[in-house]
């Protein structure tokens, strides 16, 4: 039997009180003090202990609403869940996005979930474990924060844009997204490096930024806040028509996406290791 997925306020429901459940952990675990428990990718890709606590906090609060579901998180990938069914409803998250920031107590790290039904991303949420900001969408629901309805930047000029980007951990990489970087920033008001894409994806959304790019970004780092921007009205897409994904992601103003397009197409931003 093939179940038909709730509706998605049904879901950002159950997303909100998971997240935030999830957040109030990350934010004792960061007050009771926290440290590096593994490394990823390379020695400065760490894993803290609530990195891995969150996301068990989350898939098991995840069985217990929703058995039938699967998930996918940073730390446990698709864990011991089945497959997703046509309709069947599959969660992403992210623990907690920007763990360096998080080891180092600085205020830019947050919880992302979202609910995605038949490939697509239908509810998200994103909260700071910090400062308690939560942001939220739904597809045809629009992007929220607190209550407010948010609407991305009007700006048309890419000279005046303030752009938000990241860096992966890998040197290699690394070195060529600073080469982009120093080629880019000429041509913006400025750049903004905050260490947490679903963040960056939130600020872009409610025009604390104009903009943001980064190569590299995993289904986690995006999901939630990829919907949150989209729902503000801002284009979510890769390099050449391409969707979102590892390779790049674009999220600008439709006025500010073509010209930023192409500025990190010409300076090969999808490119290196």
């Known amino acids: 039997m093939i179940r038909s997925a709730p509706p998605t306020q049904e879901l950002l429901e159950i997303a909100i009180d998971v997240a935030r459940d999830a957040a109030a952990t990350a934010h ?16 400065t890709d760490v894993v803290t202990a609530a990195d891995r606590a969150v996301e068990r906090q989350v898939l098991d609060a ?15 990938g ?3 869940t089945g497959p997703v069914e046509p309709a069947g409803v599959r969660w992403i998250v992210d623990p907690i996005d920007g763990t360096v920031n998080y080891l180092y107590g ?3 790290c947050a919880v992302s979930l979202a609910a995605e039904v038949a490939g697509e991303v239908v509810a998200g949420v994103v909260r700071n474990v910090a400062t308690g900001e939560e942001w939220t969408a739904t597809t045809g629901g629009g992007a929220w924060r607190d209550g407010e309805r948010l609407r991305c930047s009007t700006e048309t000029d890419l000279g005046q844009a303030l752009v938000a980007t990241g860096f992966g951990y890998d040197p290699g990489r690394r070195a060529h997204q600073a080469r982009v970087v120093a080629e880019l920033i000429p041509h913006v008001r400025d750049i903004r490096r905050m260490g947490a894409a679903a963040l960056d994806l939130c600020l872009a959304a409610e025009g604390r930024v104009d903009a943001y ?31 979102a ?5 674009i999220a600008a103003p439709p006025a500010l996406f073509a010209p930023l397009h192409t500025r990190l197409a010409a300076l090969d931003a999808s490119g290196g290791p």
């Open 245 to 249: 994904g590892p390779d790049l992601v």
């Open 213 to 243: 790019y980064e190569k590299g970004l995993a289904a986690w780092d995006q999901a939630a806040g990829g919907l949150v921007a989209t729902e503000a009205g801002l284009r979510v897409a890769g390099l050449d028509g391409r969707p």
């Open 62 to 76: 995840l069985r217990k609403l929703r058995p039938d579901d699967a998930v996918l998180g940073e730390e446990y």
């Open 106 to 108: 600085l205020p830019y």
């Open 28 to 43: 004792r675990m960061r007050a009771e003090g926290v440290s590096v428990a593994a490394t990823k990718s390379t020695v």
């Open 78 to 80: 698709a864990g011991d």
